[in-house]
């Protein structure tokens, strides 16, 4: 089967189903996980899906053939840059982006229990991370243009602890991070700790 054959189905499949699953759809088509990874690039990069943690999700902003990639930060309306953006999945399906983890934990909190997912790439790695179980460098010296107070994101506390002896920084996981955010926002705000 071509690539256009299979990208035909998902697009049929992601539109009935809503999420998918890339190793489901591995099986499905008979193809490795590698392949469904490239013809589901196309679909990202043409805003009809988003990536989720080891899957895919229906777009909730527009229909296939319009512009429907997430470009401005649901928080702080600044450009998304990919590499450090974050992504919210509520429960209600539509998805949020945000453009750094400082703006999407903001956002989180904001969201309160309406977040059911969170997605975010490690740092270091560019592989895709849950904003619930990742661990978090704060203030790092490193400038890499992102919100103030800078965060990053890393999916292993071994690599944030090594690159906080690089480049500074406090290393935090997601629940420090959270409480952290707290007393940014002052005292009687509640955060949720998902």
């Not at 591995?26 to 009809?48: A, C, F, P, W």
């Not at 919210?88 to 539509?94: A, Q, S, W």
């Not at 989180?108 to 790695?125: E, K, M, P, S, W």
Request: with cysteine; glycine share 8%.
């Amino acid at each position: 089967m071509l690539p256009i054959e299979r990208q035909k189905l998902i697009k049929k499949w992601i539109s009935e189903e809503k999420n998918l699953k890339i190793s489901e759809l591995s099986k499905r088509l008979n193809v490795s996980e590698m392949t469904i990874h490239r013809d589901v690039q196309t679909l990202i990069n043409e805003g009809i899906v988003v990536k989720t943690f080891g899957g895919i999700s229906l777009s909730s902003h527009g229909k296939e053939g319009e512009r429907t990639v997430h470009d401005r930060c649901v928080y702080c309306n600044k450009d998304i840059d990919e590499r450090l953006s974050v992504r919210l999945i509520k429960h209600d399906g539509e998805i949020e982006v945000a453009c750094c983890a400082h703006c999407g934990l903001l956002r989180l909190i904001q969201a309160g229990g309406a977040v059911t997912q969170g997605i975010c790439y490690d740092f270091l790695l560019n592989t895709t991370i849950s904003v619930f179980s990742a661990s978090y460098v704060l203030e790092p010296d490193l400038q890499v243009g992102c919100c103030c107070p800078q965060i990053l994101t890393f999916g292993a506390s071994d690599l944030a602890e090594r690159f906080v002896r690089g480049f500074g920084g406090r290393c935090m996981n997601y629940e420090q991070m959270i409480k952290e955010i707290a007393e940014w926002l002052g005292p009687g705000h509640k955060c949720r700790l998902t």
